[in-house]
Protein backbone atom coordinates (compact mmCIF):
# COMPACT_ATOMS: atom_id res chain seq x y z
CA UNK A 1 0.00 0.00 0.00
CA UNK A 2 1.05 3.22 -1.29
CA UNK A 3 1.90 6.31 1.50
CA UNK A 4 3.08 9.70 1.75
CA UNK A 5 7.09 9.64 1.17
CA UNK A 6 10.42 11.33 2.15
CA UNK A 7 13.29 11.95 0.12
CA UNK A 8 16.82 13.89 0.51
CA UNK A 9 19.62 14.48 -1.90
CA UNK A 10 21.68 11.72 -2.41
CA UNK A 11 25.18 11.37 -4.60
CA UNK A 12 24.31 11.57 -8.18
CA UNK A 13 20.19 11.63 -7.58
CA UNK A 14 17.44 11.38 -5.15
CA UNK A 15 16.34 8.65 -1.74
CA UNK A 16 12.93 7.82 -1.45
CA UNK A 17 11.40 5.98 1.23
CA UNK A 18 8.07 5.52 2.63
CA UNK A 19 7.12 7.57 5.39
CA UNK A 20 5.17 4.95 7.27
CA UNK A 21 8.11 2.35 7.05
CA UNK A 22 11.56 1.58 6.90
CA UNK A 23 11.89 -1.61 4.64
CA UNK A 24 12.02 -0.09 0.68
CA UNK A 25 14.36 2.54 0.04
CA UNK A 26 14.62 3.75 -3.60
CA UNK A 27 17.48 5.60 -5.31
CA UNK A 28 16.86 6.90 -8.64
CA UNK A 29 20.08 8.56 -10.22
CA UNK A 30 21.76 9.70 -13.12
CA UNK A 31 21.76 6.03 -14.86
CA UNK A 32 18.48 4.46 -13.70
CA UNK A 33 16.48 3.27 -10.74
CA UNK A 34 17.37 0.82 -7.94
CA UNK A 35 16.74 -0.53 -4.25
CA UNK A 36 18.89 0.26 -1.42
CA UNK A 37 19.70 -0.74 1.85
CA UNK A 38 17.57 1.84 4.64
CA UNK A 39 21.01 2.36 6.31
CA UNK A 40 21.84 4.71 3.26
CA UNK A 41 18.79 6.91 4.14
CA UNK A 42 20.18 10.34 5.24
CA UNK A 43 19.25 12.13 8.82
CA UNK A 44 19.06 15.35 7.16
CA UNK A 45 18.09 17.35 4.73
CA UNK A 46 14.71 15.10 4.38
CA UNK A 47 12.01 16.60 2.55
CA UNK A 48 7.74 15.16 2.12
CA UNK A 49 5.90 14.70 -0.75
CA UNK A 50 2.77 13.27 -1.33
CA UNK A 51 3.70 11.06 -4.08
CA UNK A 52 6.32 10.24 -7.21
CA UNK A 53 4.52 10.92 -10.17
CA UNK A 54 7.50 9.37 -12.62
CA UNK A 55 10.74 9.97 -14.09
CA UNK A 56 11.08 11.37 -17.63
CA UNK A 57 14.18 11.74 -20.18
CA UNK A 58 14.01 14.46 -22.02
CA UNK A 59 16.98 15.23 -24.66
CA UNK A 60 19.94 15.70 -22.40
CA UNK A 61 19.05 14.57 -18.66
CA UNK A 62 16.26 12.93 -16.57
CA UNK A 63 14.10 14.34 -14.37
CA UNK A 64 12.03 12.83 -11.72
CA UNK A 65 8.24 14.52 -10.71
CA UNK A 66 6.86 14.66 -7.86
CA UNK A 67 3.65 15.42 -6.06
CA UNK A 68 4.23 18.21 -3.06
CA UNK A 69 0.99 18.86 -2.48
CA UNK A 70 -2.29 17.68 -2.70
CA UNK A 71 -5.60 18.38 -1.57
CA UNK A 72 -8.44 15.53 -0.68
CA UNK A 73 -11.58 15.85 -3.12
CA UNK A 74 -13.78 13.22 -1.35
CA UNK A 75 -14.05 9.82 0.35
CA UNK A 76 -15.65 6.76 -1.05
CA UNK A 77 -15.96 4.70 1.71
CA UNK A 78 -13.55 6.53 3.86
CA UNK A 79 -10.73 5.78 1.38
CA UNK A 80 -9.61 9.12 0.31
CA UNK A 81 -9.20 10.41 -2.84
CA UNK A 82 -6.74 13.12 -3.75
CA UNK A 83 -6.13 16.23 -6.36
CA UNK A 84 -2.49 17.28 -7.09
CA UNK A 85 -2.05 20.79 -6.37
CA UNK A 86 1.12 21.38 -6.32
CA UNK A 87 4.71 19.57 -8.12
CA UNK A 88 8.24 19.53 -8.03
CA UNK A 89 10.67 18.58 -11.10
CA UNK A 90 14.20 17.32 -9.63
CA UNK A 91 16.78 17.36 -11.89
CA UNK A 92 19.10 14.95 -12.45
CA UNK A 93 22.19 16.09 -13.96
CA UNK A 94 23.68 19.58 -13.82
CA UNK A 95 22.38 22.11 -15.59
CA UNK A 96 25.52 23.42 -18.24
CA UNK A 97 24.57 20.34 -19.75
CA UNK A 98 20.86 22.02 -20.47
CA UNK A 99 20.86 23.43 -24.46
CA UNK A 100 18.56 25.44 -25.85
CA UNK A 101 16.26 22.50 -26.69
CA UNK A 102 16.55 20.78 -23.54
CA UNK A 103 14.79 24.22 -21.66
CA UNK A 104 12.33 24.39 -24.09
CA UNK A 105 11.13 20.36 -23.77
CA UNK A 106 11.49 21.36 -19.81
CA UNK A 107 9.19 23.96 -20.10
CA UNK A 108 6.73 21.52 -21.88
CA UNK A 109 6.65 19.38 -19.47
CA UNK A 110 6.31 21.80 -16.82
CA UNK A 111 3.48 23.56 -19.12
CA UNK A 112 1.23 20.52 -18.87
CA UNK A 113 2.00 19.46 -15.21
CA UNK A 114 0.53 23.53 -14.77
CA UNK A 115 -2.48 22.23 -16.34
CA UNK A 116 -3.06 18.57 -15.62
CA UNK A 117 -5.52 17.66 -13.20
CA UNK A 118 -4.34 14.76 -11.94
CA UNK A 119 -6.15 12.68 -9.01
CA UNK A 120 -4.99 9.36 -6.92
CA UNK A 121 -5.61 7.94 -4.01
CA UNK A 122 -3.29 5.19 -1.55
CA UNK A 123 -5.47 2.43 -1.73
CA UNK A 124 -8.64 3.06 -3.90
CA UNK A 125 -8.20 1.89 -8.24
CA UNK A 126 -9.28 5.10 -9.43
CA UNK A 127 -8.84 4.25 -12.64
CA UNK A 128 -11.12 1.25 -12.44
CA UNK A 129 -14.87 1.50 -12.17
CA UNK A 130 -16.65 -0.08 -9.55
CA UNK A 131 -18.01 -3.02 -11.71
CA UNK A 132 -14.40 -4.03 -12.82
CA UNK A 133 -13.05 -3.94 -9.69
CA UNK A 134 -15.80 -6.64 -8.78
CA UNK A 135 -15.16 -8.28 -11.87
CA UNK A 136 -11.39 -8.39 -11.65
CA UNK A 137 -11.62 -10.10 -8.14
CA UNK A 138 -7.52 -8.76 -7.46
CA UNK A 139 -6.32 -10.09 -4.01
CA UNK A 140 -6.96 -6.64 -2.01
CA UNK A 141 -3.12 -6.81 -1.12
CA UNK A 142 -2.25 -6.50 -5.28
CA UNK A 143 -0.68 -3.19 -5.96
CA UNK A 144 -3.01 -0.51 -7.71
CA UNK A 145 -1.04 -0.21 -10.66
CA UNK A 146 -0.94 -3.82 -11.22
CA UNK A 147 -4.87 -3.86 -10.83
CA UNK A 148 -5.23 -0.42 -13.29
CA UNK A 149 -7.31 0.11 -16.66
CA UNK A 150 -4.04 1.00 -18.90
CA UNK A 151 -6.21 3.41 -20.58
CA UNK A 152 -6.50 5.61 -17.56
CA UNK A 153 -3.26 5.25 -15.93
CA UNK A 154 -2.20 8.70 -17.23
CA UNK A 155 1.16 8.04 -15.45
CA UNK A 156 1.83 4.84 -17.12
CA UNK A 157 4.36 6.06 -19.59
CA UNK A 158 7.06 8.02 -16.66
CA UNK A 159 6.26 5.34 -14.11
CA UNK A 160 7.77 2.58 -16.94
CA UNK A 161 11.11 2.84 -15.29
CA UNK A 162 9.70 1.95 -12.23
CA UNK A 163 7.30 -0.78 -13.54
CA UNK A 164 10.14 -2.56 -15.13
CA UNK A 165 12.01 -2.43 -11.93
CA UNK A 166 9.02 -3.84 -9.69
CA UNK A 167 8.48 -6.72 -12.09
CA UNK A 168 11.48 -8.02 -10.11
CA UNK A 169 11.38 -6.78 -6.62
CA UNK A 170 7.84 -5.97 -5.22
CA UNK A 171 9.63 -4.07 -2.54
CA UNK A 172 9.46 -0.90 -5.60
CA UNK A 173 5.23 -1.53 -5.74
CA UNK A 174 4.58 1.13 -2.65
CA UNK A 175 6.57 3.97 -5.31
CA UNK A 176 4.11 3.26 -8.61
CA UNK A 177 0.40 5.28 -8.13
CA UNK A 178 -1.43 5.08 -10.98
CA UNK A 179 -2.74 8.54 -11.30
CA UNK A 180 -5.93 9.19 -13.73
CA UNK A 181 -6.17 13.05 -15.52
CA UNK A 182 -9.98 14.15 -14.97
CA UNK A 183 -12.18 14.78 -12.23
CA UNK A 184 -13.25 13.61 -9.30
CA UNK A 185 -15.35 14.67 -6.48
CA UNK A 186 -17.57 13.12 -3.40
CA UNK A 187 -19.87 14.69 -1.28
CA UNK A 188 -21.33 13.48 1.68
CA UNK A 189 -24.83 14.78 2.74
CA UNK A 190 -28.23 13.08 3.88
CA UNK A 191 -31.74 13.50 2.09
CA UNK A 192 -34.48 12.28 3.54
CA UNK A 193 -32.71 11.76 6.96
CA UNK A 194 -30.69 9.01 5.36
CA UNK A 195 -27.08 9.91 5.09
CA UNK A 196 -25.74 9.27 1.25
CA UNK A 197 -22.05 10.00 -0.94
CA UNK A 198 -22.54 11.10 -4.12
CA UNK A 199 -20.09 11.91 -6.90
CA UNK A 200 -18.61 11.33 -10.14
CA UNK A 201 -15.22 10.18 -11.16
CA UNK A 202 -13.99 11.01 -14.89
CA UNK A 203 -11.42 9.17 -16.61
CA UNK A 204 -9.59 10.53 -19.14
CA UNK A 205 -7.79 8.15 -22.03
CA UNK A 206 -4.10 8.13 -22.82
CA UNK A 207 -4.32 6.95 -25.81
CA UNK A 208 -5.18 9.39 -28.29
CA UNK A 209 -4.83 12.34 -25.72
CA UNK A 210 -4.65 15.94 -27.16
CA UNK A 211 -6.26 19.37 -28.00
CA UNK A 212 -9.48 20.16 -29.62
CA UNK A 213 -8.42 20.43 -33.22
CA UNK A 214 -5.35 18.56 -33.33
CA UNK A 215 -6.52 15.26 -31.85
CA UNK A 216 -10.00 14.59 -33.90
CA UNK A 217 -11.71 11.42 -34.90
CA UNK A 218 -10.10 7.70 -34.95
CA UNK A 219 -6.74 5.82 -35.12
CA UNK A 220 -5.89 2.44 -37.13
CA UNK A 221 -5.90 1.04 -33.54
CA UNK A 222 -9.34 2.39 -32.50
CA UNK A 223 -8.60 4.68 -30.27
CA UNK A 224 -10.55 7.97 -30.17
CA UNK A 225 -9.97 11.52 -29.14
CA UNK A 226 -11.03 12.61 -25.86
CA UNK A 227 -12.30 9.49 -24.50
CA UNK A 228 -13.13 9.59 -21.34
CA UNK A 229 -15.22 7.38 -19.07
CA UNK A 230 -17.82 9.42 -16.61
CA UNK A 231 -18.77 7.46 -13.45
CA UNK A 232 -21.65 8.09 -10.98
CA UNK A 233 -21.36 7.25 -8.16
CA UNK A 234 -24.18 6.81 -4.85
CA UNK A 235 -23.41 4.95 -1.75
CA UNK A 236 -25.96 4.40 0.81
CA UNK A 237 -24.47 4.35 4.18
CA UNK A 238 -26.56 1.98 5.74
CA UNK A 239 -24.59 1.36 8.97
CA UNK A 240 -21.16 1.48 10.28
CA UNK A 241 -18.85 -0.37 7.97
CA UNK A 242 -21.97 -1.57 5.48
CA UNK A 243 -23.10 0.00 1.92
CA UNK A 244 -25.42 0.02 -0.90
CA UNK A 245 -22.81 1.40 -3.75
CA UNK A 246 -24.57 2.29 -7.01
CA UNK A 247 -22.00 3.11 -10.20
CA UNK A 248 -23.61 4.13 -13.66
CA UNK A 249 -20.91 4.72 -16.39
CA UNK A 250 -21.30 6.87 -19.25
CA UNK A 251 -18.58 7.43 -22.46
CA UNK A 252 -18.14 9.90 -24.75
CA UNK A 253 -15.96 10.36 -27.83
CA UNK A 254 -14.75 11.52 -30.82
CA UNK A 255 -17.22 10.46 -33.51
CA UNK A 256 -15.05 7.70 -34.83
CA UNK A 257 -14.06 8.09 -38.54
CA UNK A 258 -11.39 9.37 -39.85
CA UNK A 259 -11.72 13.01 -39.85
CA UNK A 260 -9.97 16.73 -39.17
CA UNK A 261 -10.66 20.34 -39.02
CA UNK A 262 -7.64 22.25 -40.63
CA UNK A 263 -7.01 25.40 -38.63
CA UNK A 264 -6.62 28.65 -41.05
CA UNK A 265 -7.83 31.54 -38.41
CA UNK A 266 -11.09 31.31 -39.56
CA UNK A 267 -13.92 30.46 -36.73
CA UNK A 268 -14.42 27.10 -38.68
CA UNK A 269 -11.55 25.62 -39.67
CA UNK A 270 -11.41 23.49 -43.21
CA UNK A 271 -13.22 20.27 -42.42
CA UNK A 272 -11.93 17.21 -44.16
CA UNK A 273 -13.41 13.42 -44.17
CA UNK A 274 -11.53 10.26 -44.96
CA UNK A 275 -12.50 6.76 -46.80
CA UNK A 276 -14.90 4.64 -43.82
CA UNK A 277 -12.45 3.29 -41.43
CA UNK A 278 -14.29 0.38 -41.00
CA UNK A 279 -11.45 -1.79 -39.94
CA UNK A 280 -10.68 0.85 -36.73
CA UNK A 281 -14.46 1.51 -35.95
CA UNK A 282 -14.62 -2.40 -35.84
CA UNK A 283 -12.02 -2.62 -33.66
CA UNK A 284 -12.99 0.72 -31.55
CA UNK A 285 -16.98 -1.07 -30.89
CA UNK A 286 -15.87 -4.25 -30.73
CA UNK A 287 -13.45 -3.13 -28.00
CA UNK A 288 -16.18 -0.63 -26.46
CA UNK A 289 -18.73 -3.55 -26.66
CA UNK A 290 -16.28 -6.23 -24.69
CA UNK A 291 -16.07 -3.49 -21.90
CA UNK A 292 -19.37 -1.96 -21.44
CA UNK A 293 -22.15 -4.28 -22.71
CA UNK A 294 -24.13 -2.94 -25.37
CA UNK A 295 -23.51 0.64 -26.73
CA UNK A 296 -26.48 3.58 -27.49
CA UNK A 297 -24.73 5.77 -29.60
CA UNK A 298 -26.21 9.07 -29.17
CA UNK A 299 -25.09 11.30 -32.06
CA UNK A 300 -25.67 15.45 -31.29
CA UNK A 301 -23.57 16.42 -34.25
CA UNK A 302 -25.62 19.07 -36.56
CA UNK A 303 -27.76 17.92 -39.39
CA UNK A 304 -27.06 20.22 -41.68
CA UNK A 305 -24.66 22.86 -42.57
CA UNK A 306 -20.85 22.65 -41.23
CA UNK A 307 -21.28 19.66 -39.45
CA UNK A 308 -23.00 17.26 -41.68
CA UNK A 309 -20.46 15.16 -43.43
CA UNK A 310 -19.30 14.61 -39.51
CA UNK A 311 -22.56 12.69 -38.89
CA UNK A 312 -23.26 11.53 -42.67
CA UNK A 313 -20.14 9.39 -42.18
CA UNK A 314 -20.80 8.24 -38.52
CA UNK A 315 -23.76 7.04 -39.70
CA UNK A 316 -22.64 5.39 -42.68
CA UNK A 317 -20.17 3.60 -40.56
CA UNK A 318 -22.67 2.04 -37.91
CA UNK A 319 -24.74 1.36 -41.01
CA UNK A 320 -21.94 -0.97 -42.38
CA UNK A 321 -20.72 -2.54 -39.07
CA UNK A 322 -24.52 -4.13 -38.53
CA UNK A 323 -23.60 -4.84 -35.16
CA UNK A 324 -26.47 -5.71 -33.06
CA UNK A 325 -24.91 -4.72 -30.17
CA UNK A 326 -24.36 -1.07 -31.28
CA UNK A 327 -28.14 1.27 -31.36
CA UNK A 328 -27.52 4.51 -33.30
CA UNK A 329 -29.86 7.37 -32.41
CA UNK A 330 -29.75 10.85 -33.67
CA UNK A 331 -31.08 13.79 -32.00
CA UNK A 332 -30.80 17.11 -33.40
CA UNK A 333 -29.88 18.86 -30.30
CA UNK A 334 -29.62 22.50 -31.51
CA UNK A 335 -32.96 22.44 -32.91
CA UNK A 336 -35.26 20.49 -30.29
CA UNK A 337 -33.60 22.78 -27.94
CA UNK A 338 -33.98 26.00 -29.93
CA UNK A 339 -35.07 29.48 -28.12
CA UNK A 340 -33.80 28.04 -25.29
CA UNK A 341 -35.74 25.46 -24.16
CA UNK A 342 -32.81 23.23 -23.06
CA UNK A 343 -35.23 20.89 -20.94
CA UNK A 344 -36.60 19.51 -24.16
CA UNK A 345 -33.30 16.85 -23.92
CA UNK A 346 -34.98 14.25 -22.02
CA UNK A 347 -37.09 14.01 -24.98
CA UNK A 348 -33.84 12.05 -25.77
CA UNK A 349 -34.59 9.63 -22.47
CA UNK A 350 -37.36 8.56 -24.20
CA UNK A 351 -36.04 7.80 -27.37
CA UNK A 352 -33.70 5.80 -25.56
CA UNK A 353 -36.14 4.04 -23.72
CA UNK A 354 -38.08 3.11 -26.79
CA UNK A 355 -34.48 1.76 -28.23
CA UNK A 356 -34.23 -0.79 -24.86
CA UNK A 357 -32.33 1.81 -22.35
CA UNK A 358 -33.77 0.85 -18.49
CA UNK A 359 -33.09 3.15 -15.65
CA UNK A 360 -32.12 0.12 -13.62
CA UNK A 361 -29.16 -0.87 -15.75
CA UNK A 362 -26.48 0.58 -13.71
CA UNK A 363 -24.17 -1.37 -11.07
CA UNK A 364 -25.32 -2.21 -7.33
CA UNK A 365 -23.51 -3.66 -4.87
CA UNK A 366 -23.73 -4.54 -0.61
CA UNK A 367 -20.64 -4.68 1.13
CA UNK A 368 -20.61 -5.24 5.16
CA UNK A 369 -16.68 -4.63 6.00
CA UNK A 370 -14.41 -6.47 3.07
CA UNK A 371 -17.20 -8.54 2.04
CA UNK A 372 -18.88 -7.40 -1.01
CA UNK A 373 -22.23 -8.90 -2.74
CA UNK A 374 -22.90 -7.77 -6.31
CA UNK A 375 -26.72 -7.45 -6.68
CA UNK A 376 -26.51 -6.18 -10.00
CA UNK A 377 -24.31 -5.38 -13.11
CA UNK A 378 -24.33 -2.61 -15.71
CA UNK A 379 -25.03 -4.38 -19.26
CA UNK A 380 -25.12 -1.28 -21.89
CA UNK A 381 -23.71 2.12 -21.62
CA UNK A 382 -24.69 5.26 -23.32
CA UNK A 383 -22.20 6.65 -25.67
CA UNK A 384 -22.64 10.61 -26.40
CA UNK A 385 -20.65 12.66 -28.64
CA UNK A 386 -20.94 15.93 -30.24
CA UNK A 387 -18.20 17.97 -32.44
CA UNK A 388 -15.82 18.47 -29.54
CA UNK A 389 -17.91 15.76 -26.81
CA UNK A 390 -17.79 18.68 -24.76
CA UNK A 391 -20.90 21.26 -24.22
CA UNK A 392 -24.21 19.37 -25.74
CA UNK A 393 -22.34 15.86 -24.38
CA UNK A 394 -22.20 16.82 -21.01
CA UNK A 395 -26.13 18.44 -20.76
CA UNK A 396 -27.02 14.97 -21.96
CA UNK A 397 -24.92 12.82 -19.71
CA UNK A 398 -26.12 14.93 -16.99
CA UNK A 399 -29.48 14.59 -17.85
CA UNK A 400 -29.15 10.69 -18.16
CA UNK A 401 -27.48 11.01 -14.51
CA UNK A 402 -30.22 12.85 -13.06
CA UNK A 403 -32.31 9.75 -14.35
CA UNK A 404 -30.75 7.39 -13.22
CA UNK A 405 -30.15 8.97 -9.60
CA UNK A 406 -33.87 8.47 -9.03
CA UNK A 407 -33.88 4.95 -10.05
CA UNK A 408 -31.15 4.39 -7.40
CA UNK A 409 -32.70 6.45 -4.80
CA UNK A 410 -35.69 4.43 -5.17
CA UNK A 411 -34.46 1.27 -4.82
CA UNK A 412 -32.51 2.50 -2.03
CA UNK A 413 -35.79 3.27 -0.37
CA UNK A 414 -34.53 6.98 0.38
CA UNK A 415 -37.58 8.62 -1.29
CA UNK A 416 -40.86 8.16 -0.18
CA UNK A 417 -43.50 7.39 -2.95
CA UNK A 418 -44.56 9.24 -5.24
CA UNK A 419 -41.46 11.61 -4.70
CA UNK A 420 -39.03 13.19 -6.62
CA UNK A 421 -35.23 13.59 -5.96
CA UNK A 422 -34.79 17.14 -6.53
CA UNK A 423 -37.49 17.94 -4.07
CA UNK A 424 -34.16 18.21 -2.08
CA UNK A 425 -32.99 21.27 -2.78
CA UNK A 426 -29.86 20.99 -1.21
CA UNK A 427 -28.70 17.79 -2.95
CA UNK A 428 -30.06 19.22 -6.56
CA UNK A 429 -27.59 22.14 -6.11
CA UNK A 430 -24.48 19.44 -5.04
CA UNK A 431 -25.54 17.45 -8.43
CA UNK A 432 -25.98 20.18 -10.72
CA UNK A 433 -22.40 22.00 -9.22
CA UNK A 434 -20.64 18.44 -9.59
CA UNK A 435 -21.93 17.73 -13.32
CA UNK A 436 -21.13 21.47 -13.92
CA UNK A 437 -17.60 21.17 -12.54
CA UNK A 438 -16.90 17.84 -14.47
CA UNK A 439 -18.17 19.78 -17.58
CA UNK A 440 -15.75 22.56 -17.04
CA UNK A 441 -12.79 19.94 -15.79
CA UNK A 442 -13.31 17.72 -19.32
CA UNK A 443 -13.59 21.16 -21.74
CA UNK A 444 -10.10 22.66 -20.26
CA UNK A 445 -8.19 19.36 -21.42
CA UNK A 446 -9.85 19.17 -24.59
CA UNK A 447 -10.44 22.95 -25.75
CA UNK A 448 -8.59 24.67 -22.96
CA UNK A 449 -11.80 26.95 -21.60
CA UNK A 450 -14.56 26.31 -19.24
CA UNK A 451 -17.68 24.07 -21.13
CA UNK A 452 -20.28 25.89 -22.82
CA UNK A 453 -24.02 25.46 -21.28
CA UNK A 454 -23.04 25.06 -17.79
CA UNK A 455 -25.53 27.55 -17.17
CA UNK A 456 -27.75 24.64 -17.25
CA UNK A 457 -26.43 21.94 -15.57
CA UNK A 458 -25.96 24.17 -12.58
CA UNK A 459 -28.95 25.75 -12.69
CA UNK A 460 -31.43 23.83 -14.46
CA UNK A 461 -32.29 27.14 -16.91
CA UNK A 462 -30.68 29.16 -19.68
CA UNK A 463 -29.73 32.69 -18.98
CA UNK A 464 -28.59 35.74 -20.31
CA UNK A 465 -25.61 35.49 -18.00
CA UNK A 466 -24.46 32.13 -19.21
CA UNK A 467 -25.12 32.95 -23.06
CA UNK A 468 -22.47 35.68 -22.40
CA UNK A 469 -20.14 33.03 -20.81
CA UNK A 470 -20.59 31.29 -23.64
CA UNK A 471 -19.17 33.92 -26.00
CA UNK A 472 -16.30 34.63 -24.08
CA UNK A 473 -15.49 31.39 -23.56
CA UNK A 474 -16.43 30.70 -27.54
CA UNK A 475 -14.18 33.45 -28.12
CA UNK A 476 -10.94 32.66 -25.93
CA UNK A 477 -11.12 28.88 -27.22
CA UNK A 478 -10.90 30.55 -30.95
CA UNK A 479 -7.88 32.49 -29.95
CA UNK A 480 -5.99 29.16 -28.09
CA UNK A 481 -7.00 26.93 -30.09
CA UNK A 482 -5.37 28.50 -33.53
CA UNK A 483 -2.51 30.41 -31.60
CA UNK A 484 -1.60 28.47 -28.30
CA UNK A 485 -2.69 24.84 -28.53
CA UNK A 486 0.88 23.59 -30.33
CA UNK A 487 2.58 23.44 -27.07
CA UNK A 488 -0.17 22.12 -25.55
CA UNK A 489 -0.43 19.38 -27.44
CA UNK A 490 3.40 18.82 -27.87
CA UNK A 491 3.17 18.92 -24.10
CA UNK A 492 0.70 16.02 -23.93
CA UNK A 493 2.99 13.92 -26.86
CA UNK A 494 5.59 14.40 -24.54
CA UNK A 495 4.68 13.82 -21.05
CA UNK A 496 2.53 10.72 -22.53
CA UNK A 497 5.56 9.05 -24.26
CA UNK A 498 4.41 9.79 -28.20
CA UNK A 499 7.91 11.63 -28.69
CA UNK A 500 11.22 10.89 -27.18
CA UNK A 501 13.75 14.03 -27.04
CA UNK A 502 16.58 12.04 -26.83
CA UNK A 503 15.58 10.20 -30.24
CA UNK A 504 15.75 12.99 -32.12
CA UNK A 505 18.36 13.86 -34.45
CA UNK A 506 17.35 17.66 -35.63
CA UNK A 507 15.87 20.12 -33.59
CA UNK A 508 11.69 20.23 -33.57
CA UNK A 509 11.68 23.50 -32.87
CA UNK A 510 13.23 25.10 -35.66
CA UNK A 511 10.80 27.66 -38.21
CA UNK A 512 11.35 27.59 -41.18
CA UNK A 513 8.65 29.70 -42.36
CA UNK A 514 10.09 33.02 -44.26
CA UNK A 515 10.77 36.07 -41.92
CA UNK A 516 8.29 38.33 -43.39
CA UNK A 517 6.04 35.72 -42.31
CA UNK A 518 7.51 35.53 -38.71
CA UNK A 519 7.34 38.72 -38.61
CA UNK A 520 4.02 40.00 -39.46
CA UNK A 521 1.80 39.30 -36.44
CA UNK A 522 4.50 41.82 -34.51
CA UNK A 523 4.36 44.33 -37.39
CA UNK A 524 0.29 44.36 -37.51
CA UNK A 525 0.55 45.27 -33.54
CA UNK A 526 2.93 47.80 -33.93
CA UNK A 527 1.32 49.44 -36.30
CA UNK A 528 -2.26 49.40 -34.93
CA UNK A 529 -1.04 50.12 -31.77
CA UNK A 530 0.90 53.29 -33.31
CA UNK A 531 -1.90 54.14 -35.24
CA UNK A 532 -4.17 54.40 -32.30
CA UNK A 533 -1.28 56.43 -30.34
CA UNK A 534 -1.00 59.05 -33.16
CA UNK A 535 -4.58 59.26 -33.28
CA UNK A 536 -5.65 59.53 -29.96
CA UNK A 537 -2.63 61.71 -27.95
CA UNK A 538 -1.18 63.33 -31.81
CA UNK A 539 1.84 65.68 -31.11
CA UNK A 540 0.55 68.76 -32.41
CA UNK A 541 -2.63 68.80 -34.77
CA UNK A 542 -3.78 65.88 -35.53
CA UNK A 543 -4.47 67.39 -39.27
CA UNK A 544 -1.00 68.42 -39.77
CA UNK A 545 0.95 66.61 -42.91
CA UNK A 546 3.41 64.96 -40.34
CA UNK A 547 0.52 63.40 -38.34
CA UNK A 548 -1.41 62.73 -41.61
CA UNK A 549 1.64 60.46 -43.04
CA UNK A 550 2.04 58.70 -39.62
CA UNK A 551 -1.24 57.89 -40.03
CA UNK A 552 -1.43 56.64 -43.27
CA UNK A 553 1.60 54.84 -43.04
CA UNK A 554 0.51 52.95 -40.14
CA UNK A 555 -3.13 52.00 -41.57
CA UNK A 556 -1.31 50.76 -45.04
CA UNK A 557 1.08 48.84 -42.50
CA UNK A 558 -1.88 47.31 -40.52
CA UNK A 559 -4.11 46.51 -43.57
CA UNK A 560 -1.73 45.03 -45.70
CA UNK A 561 -0.34 42.62 -43.23
CA UNK A 562 -3.69 42.08 -41.61
CA UNK A 563 -5.08 41.32 -45.37
CA UNK A 564 -2.13 38.99 -45.38
CA UNK A 565 -2.50 37.50 -42.18
CA UNK A 566 -5.85 36.59 -42.79
CA UNK A 567 -5.54 35.68 -46.52
CA UNK A 568 -2.80 32.97 -45.62
CA UNK A 569 -3.94 31.74 -41.87
CA UNK A 570 -2.63 28.65 -42.06
CA UNK A 571 0.52 29.85 -41.82
CA UNK A 572 0.20 31.82 -38.64
CA UNK A 573 -1.57 28.73 -36.77
CA UNK A 574 0.51 27.37 -33.58
CA UNK A 575 1.08 24.39 -34.80
CA UNK A 576 2.51 21.03 -32.94
CA UNK A 577 5.68 20.44 -33.69
CA UNK A 578 6.29 17.23 -31.75
CA UNK A 579 4.22 14.78 -33.37
CA UNK A 580 2.33 14.81 -36.83
CA UNK A 581 -1.21 14.84 -36.92
CA UNK A 582 -1.33 10.94 -38.33
CA UNK A 583 -4.65 12.17 -40.69
CA UNK A 584 -2.57 15.02 -42.19
CA UNK A 585 0.42 15.59 -44.06
CA UNK A 586 2.70 18.72 -43.67
CA UNK A 587 4.30 19.95 -46.42
CA UNK A 588 6.53 22.59 -47.06
CA UNK A 589 6.00 25.32 -49.51
CA UNK A 590 9.29 25.43 -51.59
CA UNK A 591 9.93 28.22 -54.96
CA UNK A 592 13.69 28.60 -56.13
CA UNK A 593 15.01 26.62 -53.44
CA UNK A 594 13.23 28.87 -50.41
CA UNK A 595 10.78 27.93 -47.91
CA UNK A 596 7.73 29.91 -48.16
CA UNK A 597 5.36 28.74 -45.73
CA UNK A 598 3.70 24.98 -45.15
CA UNK A 599 0.47 23.84 -45.80
CA UNK A 600 -1.39 20.57 -44.77
CA UNK A 601 -2.95 18.10 -46.86
CA UNK A 602 -5.14 14.85 -46.32
CA UNK A 603 -3.08 11.71 -46.22
CA UNK A 604 -2.76 9.60 -49.18
CA UNK A 605 -3.94 6.89 -47.18
CA UNK A 606 -7.22 8.46 -45.79
CA UNK A 607 -8.17 9.36 -49.52
CA UNK A 608 -10.72 7.61 -51.50
CA UNK A 609 -9.95 6.14 -55.23
CA UNK A 610 -11.78 9.06 -56.84
CA UNK A 611 -9.40 12.07 -54.52
CA UNK A 612 -6.27 9.71 -55.39
CA UNK A 613 -6.86 9.82 -59.39
CA UNK A 614 -7.85 13.50 -59.06
CA UNK A 615 -4.49 14.20 -57.16
CA UNK A 616 -2.52 12.35 -59.74
Known sequence: ???????????????????????????????????????????????????????????????IVVATKTTEVGQIRQESINRVTEYKVLPLSNSFLKDDDEQKYLELLKFHLDNAQLHFSYTYDLTNSHQRQAQQKFDVTTPL?????????????????????????????????????????????????????????TRRSRLRAGTRYFRRGIDAEGNVANFNETEQLLILHNAKDEYDTCSYLQTRG???????????????????????????????????????????????????????????????VVTALNNPHLHYIYFDYHHECRNLKWHRVKILIDHLSQLGLSSSDYY????????????????????????????????????????????QLEMGNVLPQGSVWENDKLLLFKFQ?????????????????????TDYT??????????????????????????????????????????????????PFKDNRPPFVQAAPYLLV????????????????LTSLKNLFLLASCFALASFTGFYIV???????????????????????????????????KSPKYQSPAELSKSD
Not at 151 to 177: C, K, M
Not at 530 to 539: C, D
Open 1 to 63: MATPLLYAKFEDGYIFKLASSQSSVLHIGLNGSQLVKPEFFPVSGINSIAAIIGVIRLRSSRY
Open 145 to 201: WRRADDRFFWNHYVTGELIQLAQNDSRVDPFIVPMIYGYAKIVHTTTNSKPISFGII
Open 254 to 316: SVPVYWAEVNNLKYKPELSIGEPPLDAAQKHFEQQVALYGDNYLVNLVNAKGYEFPVKNAYEN
Open 364 to 407: HDHRVGASIKVLHVQQSIVRTNCMDCLDRTNVVQSTLGHWILQK
Open 433 to 453: NIWADNADAVSKAYSSTGALK
Open 458 to 507: RTGKRTKKGALNDLLNSITRYYRNNLRDGPRQDAYDLFLGQFSPYRAVDS
Open 526 to 541: ASSVLFLSALLFPRGS
Open 567 to 601: KNGIQFVYWPKLVGLDYLDKHDIISDGKVLGLKYT
